[in-house]
Structures are given as C-alpha cells and as structure tokens.
C-alpha cells in the first residue's frame, strides 16, 4: 500500500501566487487532515475533514481552502501566498479507531 | 492553541540506557497519541492510550496516562541510535482533531 501520498515535495512561491497541495490516501480512512509544522511549534491543524463532503476549520485556517469529493483525496489550497505560510505541510489520515498515518510533507517556501 | 506540551525539549542519553519524556496538557481528552519524527520526514504514530487506561506497552516503548494530572509519559527501553528523533505527544478531544505539543527531541548517542 501506498498509504498517504503527498505532491510536490518542495515548492517556491512567488508572493500573492495560488496553488493547491495535493494528498492522497489508499486505506479508506474517514478521516483527513492538513497540518502545518513550524520550527519549534510542532503541528498545527489547518482543516479537517471526517468524510467525503464534510471539511471543517483546525486551528490555523486562514489562507488556506480545502474540498473532499472522494474519500482518497483531500487537497488543500493556498489562495494568495504569503511569506508567513513558509512552512512544512503535513496530510494525515485516521481510521475511527487508531493512530494516524502521515504523509512525507511538502516543503513550501513563498518569496 | 496547542494542547499538549512536551518535556523536556531535547534529551541526550547512552546508547542502551532508558528514556523518559512527559507530556502534559489542559483539557479532557478521548485519547492520547506518541508519534516519532525522523528528520525531515513525516510522523509515524507509536501508541495511543485511551483516556480510561492507565498504562500501555509496545515493544520497548511504554506509555502512562495519568487524567486526574492531565499528563502521559513516554518510555523508550534500551535505546538505539535508531531512536534519535523528535517524539510528539497529540491528544484527541475532539473528533479526531489532535492538538500537537512541540515535541522533544532525542539524541542516542553510541
């Protein structure tokens, strides 16, 4: 199984440019997350979906839309990109009952 | 704001000596999740304890949930240099949204 699968790997920005994160998962997890890791801030939730159609805000929403048309996939969008969403970004996915499986992050930089 | 809170922030021991992390946070919670991170990769979840059980073992790896403190700590026995990562503590309370503490970062020196 592939798991959790996260594109691209590394991006540069341009200031006020948009682009969408893509996450996919293979395990027919309800749940799905996006999170954002900071140095010495640890994660922090942006939004989270427990279904296909349902998507609800986390902790840092602003900037950032998410869909979920299939369970498999949860791509999350940066509108207008500012040098304040430089950030390693993080897709998870969760069965109801048991840990969650991560992605391999996407490195963003926004110049 | 994030839940829970890690300690200590970085702790250096002996390759086959134990390690003992903490994790504390603020408000009730379903469950209780360990994650480690190698650098520059994703997490991998570790062990979850449920908010009515008080100890959990998984291989060399222990984990105690005190609720009455609102505090987990996590034990790796006779650590490896593969151990050498940054441990998380999330804490569930509320439809699997978890809350991430800040981590403590391990260094098991050979």
């Known amino acids: 199984n592939a798991g959790v699968t996260q594109t691209p790997k590394f991006q540069v920005l341009k200031t006020g440019q948009s682009m969408t994160l893509q996450c996919a998962q293979d395990?027919?997890?309800?749940?799905m997350s996006w999170y954002r890791q900071d140095p010495g801030m640890g994660l922090r939730l942006i939004h989270y979906?427990?279904?296909?159609?349902?998507?609800d805000q986390g902790e840092v929403p602003n900037g950032y839309n998410v869909s979920r048309s299939t369970t498999e996939d949860f791509p999350l969008r940066l509108l207008s990109a500012a040098p304040s969403q430089t950030s390693v970004y993080f897709c998870?996915?969760?069965?109801?009952?048991?840990?969650?499986?991560f992605g391999q992050g996407t490195r963003l930089t926004v110049v | 704001s994030q839940q829970g809170e890690e300690d200590p922030q970085a702790l250096s021991i002996q390759e086959g000596e134990n390690a003992t992390m903490n994790c504390s946070y603020k408000?009730?919670?379903?469950?209780l999740q360990w994650y480690r991170q190698n650098s520059g990769r994703g997490l991998v979840h570790l062990i979850l304890?449920?908010?009515?059980?008080r100890e959990k073992h998984s291989g060399r790896l222990r984990v105690t949930l005190d609720t009455s403190k609102k505090s987990s700590s996590l034990l790796i026995t006779a650590s490896r240099a593969a151990d050498t990562a940054s441990y998380f503590c999330?804490?569930?309370?509320?439809?699997?949204?978890?809350?991430f503490g800040a981590g403590t970062t391990v260094t098991v020196r050979a």
């Open positions: 998870a996915s969760s069965p109801v009952i048991g840990g969650a499986f």
């Open positions: 395990m027919n997890h309800e749940y």
């Open positions: 979906s427990v279904g296909a159609g349902i998507t």
């Open positions: 408000t009730s919670i379903n469950n």
């Open positions: 304890i449920r908010s009515n059980e």
């Open positions: 999330a804490t569930d309370a509320d439809d699997y949204k978890l809350s």
